[in-house]
């Protein structure tokens, strides 16, 4: 072998570990320890957050989506008397309209339907009609609440706003109460128009 071909094979051998063809010797590919326990560290930072932060984002997941779906009622309940949509005979003397009931021992919103007397200042229910299903009753999950309880009902044709069977009450607000005191709520004023609330 001469010398010319031996330098043609080594310059060969230089260029391809400096390309990447071949590995040098003793050198073996791989993760070093110090690189495991990095990538270990900061899998277990990353977890630690999710758990940490997975039962207040449960919490703000079920109080605004209870918020909005309380909003939906009122909003479907003062639809329905816009509309003028009867849930039958009309008895003489008396006036009907739809509302939105909170009951704050059984933690539910429910629309009704009612008939009765309708001064300027107040509404005097005769008979009640309660709906049930999806569209016309929420349920509020075991960890949440009403503060209070609460009567919203809207009489066609204006409609009229009645809050709690009066209507010189300027505005209600309907609180869903989470157990670390959070609250979100639905405010609902004398001229029927409503608003979500955060507190």
């Given at each position: 072998m001469d010398i010319s071909s031996f330098s043609a094979c080594r310059f060969r051998g230089i260029l391809r570990r400096t390309a990447g063809l071949i590995?040098?010797?003793?050198?073996r590919s791989g993760f070093t320890l110090i690189e495991l326990v990095v990538v270990v560290a900061i899998i277990s930072i990353m977890l630690s957050i999710v758990v940490?932060?997975?039962?207040?984002?449960?919490?703000?997941?079920?109080l605004s989506t209870s918020q909005e779906q309380l909003r939906t009622l009122i909003t479907r309940s003062r639809a329905l008397a816009i509309n003028s949509v009867t849930g039958g005979q009309i008895p003489a003397?008396?006036?009907c309209g739809y509302g939105t009931k909170i009951d704050a021992s059984k933690s539910t919103a429910t629309i009704y339907?009612?008939?009765?007397?309708?001064?300027?200042?107040?509404?005097?229910?005769?008979t009640t009609t309660y709906y049930s299903g999806t569209l016309n009753?929420?349920?509020l999950d075991k960890s949440l609440s009403f503060m209070q309880d609460a009567n919203i009902f809207f009489l066609p044709?204006?409609?009229?706003?009645y809050i709690n069977g009066s209507a010189g009450q300027s505005s209600v607000t309907a609180y869903?109460?989470?157990g670390n005191g959070e609250?979100?709520?639905?405010?609902?004023?004398?001229?029927?128009?409503?608003?979500?609330?955060m507190r």
């Open positions: 590995e040098p010797r003793g050198k940490v932060s997975a039962p207040t984002n449960r919490r703000e997941f079920l003397g008396q006036v339907y009612a008939c009765g007397t309708a001064t300027q200042t107040n509404f005097t229910p005769v009753q929420i349920s044709p204006g409609p009229a706003v869903v109460t989470a609250q979100r709520g639905v405010e609902v004023n004398s001229a029927g128009l409503i608003d979500l609330v």
